[in-house]
Nanobody, 124 residues
């Protein structure tokens, strides 16, 4: 199983980025997907999750209204569109996968597979 995150970079305060996470070796349509992030000196935190069929999404309060998670099961890819970025969004962003469940997980330990992370830096 491989999850390859991409799309990070340096952006100004108020800017936008779109992260992608391509999967291989996984029956993608059977997995719920999520994005987490980890800032320097802080614990990894939940950002957003989407169910296997895209019927449900869930966001951390810190990104609600600014970020949108989506997926394309035909391309085995999950996305995170981030708008109105703030310096406090600076972190390494990780995608994660877990076998579909009746609820969307928001804790790291609930996810079995992880990508390598992509750096997002928002300048003030």
């Amino acid at each position: 199983v491989q999850l390859q995150a991409s799309g990070g970079g340096l952006v100004q305060n108020g800017g936008s980025l779109r992260l992608s996470c391509a999967s291989s070796g996984l029956a993608f349509s059977r997995y719920d997907m999520a994005w987490f992030r980890q800032a320097p000196g802080k614990e990894r935190e939940f950002v957003a999750a989407i169910s296997s069929s895209s019927s449900s999404t869930y966001y951390a309060d810190s990104v609600k209204g600014r970020d949108t998670i989506s997926r394309d099961n035909a391309k085995n890819t999950v996305y995170l569109q981030m708008n109105s970025l703030k310096p406090e969004d600076t972190a390494i962003y990780y995608c994660a996968a877990r076998l579909r469940s009746v609820y969307l997980g928001t804790y790291s330990h609930e996810y079995a597979y992880w990508g390598q992370g992509t750096q997002v830096t928002v300048s003030s």
